[in-house]
């Protein structure tokens, strides 16, 4: 199974900025795209951003702007920098990989345990 770490969370106050990591280890050259999902308390997960080999990146409307996906394949890791950030961005901020190397994990999902942002007014 593939392992995903997230780190860089953290809490801020309003107009802060926060770079988060996703990091998946040896694997991390058949994983794509990455992507990075949110939840706030009683909410529903939402997607936040990703990056695709090939496609590019993709935004939230809500983030736009403000937040940039960069992946660093010498680094195994993809970051997200979060700039402006308001309390609407506080939640656990999880990551995504998609698995398409061919083979039995084609297709297959993984998921990080997730990284907590506060944003305070």
């Known amino acids: 199974e593939v392992q995903v770490l997230e780190s860089g969370g953290g809490s801020v106050q309003a107009g802060g900025s926060l770079t988060l990591s996703c990091a998946a280890g040896?694997?991390?050259?058949?994983?794509?795209?990455v992507s990075w999902y949110r939840q706030a308390p009683g909410k529903e997960r939402e997607f936040v951003s990703s990056?695709?080999?090939?496609?590019?990146?993709k935004y939230a409307d809500s983030v736009k702007g403000r937040f940039a996906i960069r992946r660093e394949n010498a680094e195994k890791t993809v970051y997200l920098q979060m700039n402006s950030l308001t309390p609407e961005d506080t939640a656990m901020y999880y990551c995504?990989?998609?698995?398409?190397?061919?083979?039995?994990?084609?297709?297959?999902?993984?998921w990080g345990q997730g990284t907590q942002v506060t944003v305070s007014s």
């Open positions: 995504k990989v998609v698995w398409f190397c061919p083979g039995w994990w084609s297709g297959s999902i993984f």
């Open positions: 040896e694997y991390f050259a058949c994983l794509s795209p």
């Open positions: 990056i695709e080999e090939g496609t590019g990146t």
